[in-house]
């Protein structure tokens, strides 16, 4: 049988991150050049299947109870496959391999990435066709065992590679955008997204009314967006990612780490700069003026002291 391989990019939120969780709208985007492949190949002398993530192994059986932590959302996704097509593979002598580019805990949609990939390979090994919709829903039911109460932006835009606007009651929608160059800066600071959430709802429980203004004036900065990427207008949308990063600022979930990188990247003249994912650490997206000034930006990002740099171009 031939090889199964599968790969798919990281995303970042452009707009609207914490505000989609009380169903406001929010922008992801695509990070086409940040990506985490899978591929499945088959070996007689294997008896069982194996799983390898990066230098790590693990000889799986269906029947294996106690999994190291490391591979239980893998296990978990493979169980979810079996019981949706209410079968179990055919073989056993397949070995699937796992390698990422995305850093984990940045805000750049690692577990989503996971997630999507495996849903992929496994279908393909069972046979069976995947629709998008069928993709969503499982990766969405992964994103459920990471993160508590996902909005379900991340899984949704990874598995479409494509820029979308999202809200929770009404599902995506893909946008066309003119061309935008992005730089993306990781403070090196890990987060857990269903800790910063829970925070934030502790927050809005306790003022529920000026939470729901700053949740709606992000809604109504994302819908601004969509036109300034519709129209290819850079310095409205520099200007409104800064708003952006000033009402998550007033969330509570910036942090000197990512304030930091954001100055820096504004004093190079970036149009604008926010922190993008859950906050509180993880990575900054700054908004370039074209695909030289994105690179420039990275180095002075990565020589200020930011642990990864990605350069990305939104076309
Ligand atoms: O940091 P990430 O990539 O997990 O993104 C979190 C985005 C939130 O809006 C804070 C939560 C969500 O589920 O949308």
Same mark, same amino acid.
């Given at each position: 049988m031939k090889d199964i391989k599968a790969s798919v990019p990281a995303k970042v939120i452009l707009f609207g991150e914490h505000a989609v969780v009380y169903n406001e709208s929010a922008i992801a985007i695509p990070v086409s050049d940040v990506r985490a492949s899978a591929m499945i190949d088959f070996d007689n002398s294997l008896s069982e299947p194996l799983i390898a993530v990066d230098n790590w192994k693990l000889r799986y &059986?269906?029947? +294996?109870? +106690?999994?190291?932590q490391k591979f239980q959302h893998i296990v978990k996704a493979i169980n979810l496959v079996r019981e949706t097509l209410n079968s179990d593979f055919q073989r056993s002598n397949w070995r699937l391999r796992i390698s990422s580019q995305i850093p984990i805990a940045r805000g750049m949609g690692s577990s989503a990435a996971i997630s999507v990939l495996l849903f992929r390979v496994l279908f393909r090994l069972a046979g069976k066709e995947l629709t998008q919709k069928k993709l969503i829903e499982l990766s969405y039911e992964m994103e459920k065992f990471h993160h508590?109460?996902? &909005?379900?932006i991340d899984n949704a835009v990874i598995a479409l590679e494509a820029p979308i606007i999202f809200q929770k009651s009404k599902g995506f929608k893909l946008i066309n955008t003119k061309k935008f160059h992005f730089v993306i800066a990781d403070t090196g600071v890990g987060k857990k997204t269903a800790s910063v959430v829970a925070d934030v709802a502790k927050r809005y429980q306790k003022n529920k009314r000026s939470y729901t203004e700053i949740f709606k004036a992000i809604g109504s900065v994302t819908s601004q967006g969509l036109d300034a990427l519709r129209l290819g207008n850079k310095p409205k949308l520099g200007q409104l990612m800064n708003l952006n990063q000033s009402l998550l600022d007033e969330l509570g979930v910036s942090s000197p780490e990512l304030d930091r990188l954001i100055e820096i990247a504004l004093s190079k003249k970036a149009p604008g700069a926010k922190l993008c994912g859950a906050g509180k650490g993880g990575c900054i997206l700054a908004l370039a003026n074209d695909h030289d000034h994105a690179n420039e930006l990275c180095r002075t990002l990565l020589k200020a002291g930011a642990v990864h740099g990605f350069v990305t171009t939104l076309k």
């Open positions: &059986s269906f029947a +294996d109870k +106690d999994i190291p508590g109460t996902p &909005s379900g």
